[in-house]
């Protein structure tokens, strides 16, 4: 066996599926070990993660594999957010000043099926589903599995096994001893979540305009809905754990009931099998996991959700782990190479990713607080609108955050720090605005100036 040609992937999910398609097309022969039975022969979704937003930093890395055109199939666009407001008409918020501005609601399941089938078609990639591991060597380079008493051997092994990942816990217990700093925080959010549906109408057709994000932002929580090829639309509700209005509390199908007809009496009579999905459907857990250690020497590396999950709340999570195979797969020489160095390239990878991971994690928890409540209040609409008229006078030197981080490939901790210049800066503007009547462009020209932007 040639050490520089064999790969080991545990997590056969998207990041795990997209990785072995791309190391495949490199020439490395790929191994893949996933502890769930094959997502396109059985119903594993159970009420969780139904479908997904896909925007331009996952577009890249599947057009870097030449599949975008397939997948392109299974999208469907929302060109903004469709606000719904108690006592006010719903009002739509465009992400954009441009036709491409826009993201892309996607079956996570599908997504999925449709990258372990590019995957399987190359004779160098094997995947083994319901191979739960139970415990990684590092130093012997071996695997157990639950309920398997031999060990697999792996030349290096990449761990793409999400927030609860195995790899991570080898690394762990490696690096701990050489370092008083912790390698690992979670931080966990008060908040949980749980998906419901809106089926389509008698001809098929959705009930809700179909390319949008809907919002329903309630201060302390919010109602999202996100469309679906068949007509039907994927609900959540992202809502406290305990406290007086939160998950605990509703422990009736009364109290489901009266709950959304008082805070969404718009959609409530829309939802479908309302109270039965609410108590069957599980309550999802949100945290953000960060790991100081990414990789062992040349032999192990994290990615996706395994080296950074974060809350979902800037539709990044699956967007920031392709881009973690978009770098690594750029970084990495074919399979033939003589110069390949392994320890380099994972120390490379987490140099470059990182800090990007840690912004986007940061974000993504602001985004909660925007979305729940900031997108309903008129400062905040206010200080929109003059983000787009500085994007459409000086496009060149204003791109709003939300942009940069959605639309752009800029890395994530750029955009995050001219994000918190821009919140100064817009700040200004509009108490300028408020005293003296419509911006004007030279005016606003000044203030880019100070700001150096």
Not at 345 to 374: C, G
Request: with cysteine; hydrophobic share 40%; glycine share 6%.
């Amino acid at each position: 066996m040639n050490d520089t040609h064999d790969i080991t992937i545990i997590g056969a999910g998207l990041v795990g599926s997209l990785l072995a398609l791309g190391l495949a097309k490199k020439g490395y022969q790929v191994t893949v070990f996933e502890s769930r039975p094959d997502l396109r022969k059985a119903d594993i979704s159970a009420g969780k993660s139904i479908n997904l937003a896909l925007a331009n930093r996952g577009i890249r890395a599947l057009k870097q594999q030449g599949i975008f055109d397939k997948v392109e199939l299974l999208l469907i666009p929302m060109e903004g957010r469709m606000v719904h407001i108690p006592h006010e008409d719903a009002h739509f918020q465009p992400y954009g000043l441009h036709k491409d501005d826009v993201i892309y609601s996607v079956s996570r399941g599908a997504l999925n099926a449709l990258l372990l089938d590019e995957a399987q078609k190359y004779p160098n990639v094997s995947i083994y589903f319901e191979h739960r591991v139970s415990s990684i060597d590092l130093g012997d380079k071996t695997i157990k599995f639950v309920d398997q008493d031999k060990a697999v051997s792996f030349s290096q092994i990449i761990g793409t096994d999400g927030a609860n990942s195995v790899l991570r816990d080898a690394i762990i217990d490696k690096h701990q001893t050489s370092t008083n700093e912790p390698i690992l925080s979670i931080e966990k959010l008060e908040h949980g979540y749980k998906e419901l549906c809106i089926l389509p109408n008698s001809a098929d057709q959705h009930k809700l305009l179909v390319n949008a994000l809907h919002i329903w932002p309630r201060e302390d929580f919010m109602l999202i809905a996100l469309p679906n090829l068949d007509g039907s639309f994927t609900l959540t509700l992202f809502m406290a754990n305990q406290g007086n209005t939160s998950f605990d509390s509703l422990t009736s199908a009364d109290d489901v009931l009266k709950f959304f007809k008082i805070n969404f009496p718009d959609v409530y009579r829309e939802i479908d099998n309302l109270t039965v999905d609410f108590f069957n459907n599980p309550t999802g857990s949100l945290a953000t996991v960060r790991c100081q250690q990414w990789h062992d020497e040349g032999t192990a590396l994290l990615l996706g959700d395994a080296a950074h999950a974060i809350v979902p709340f800037h539709g990044q999570g699956m967007n920031c782990g392709f881009e973690d195979c978009f770098d690594l797969l750029n970084l990495l020489p074919p399979a033939q190479s003589s110069s390949l160095d392994w320890q380099d390239i994972f120390e490379q990878t987490q140099a470059l990713r990182k800090p990007n991971a840690n912004a986007i994690a940061d974000m993504a928890v602001e985004n909660y607080i925007e979305m729940r409540s900031s997108v309903a209040k008129a400062s905040f609409q206010r200080q929109k609108a003059i983000a787009a008229k500085l994007q459409g006078w000086f496009p060149d030197r204003f791109s709003p955050r939300y942009a940069m981080v959605m639309f752009d490939d800029i890395p994530y901790h750029q955009a995050q720090t001219i994000g918190e210049v821009h919140k100064q800066l817009l700040t200004e503007l509009d108490k300028w605005q408020q005293e003296n009547g419509e911006l004007t462009k030279e005016f606003a020209l000044q203030k880019l100036d100070e700001y150096q932007l």
